[in-house]
């Protein structure tokens, strides 16, 4: 059985964040890039947590900044979400090679 200790939580946040960023650079579709990134943000929590568990055991405050950033991780997937249909409206296509070109004038 696995110790539940700081090093071992810690990496867990880095496998996570790392399946988050392999994600983020092979998928097309911006759907799983947004997936992506909030996997790479739970990685990120997670050691937060970790850290306000094992360091400042006492205080509440890696716990206040999990909440404040399942908020705004709400609040970037709904807005990428909204800008994804929206894309996907104009384009029929959410794929990420056409949209990164759209700073070039030919998507």
Do not use: K
Request: with cysteine.
């Amino acid at each position: 059985m696995l110790a539940f200790d700081l090093p071992n939580c810690l990496t867990l946040a880095l496998v996570v964040s790392l399946i988050g960023a392999y994600g983020l650079l092979t998928r097309r579709s911006l759907v799983m890039i947004l997936l992506s990134i909030e996997v790479m943000l739970s990685g990120a929590n997670i050691s937060v947590v970790a850290f306000n568990y094992f360091v400042w055991s006492g205080r509440a405050y890696g716990h206040y900044l999990y909440m404040l950033s399942i908020g705004v991780a709400a609040v970037e997937a709904a807005i990428g979400l909204g800008m994804a249909i929206v894309y996907f409206r104009n384009h029929q296509d959410i794929s990420r090679e056409r949209a990164g070109r759209l700073h070039e004038g030919d998507a």
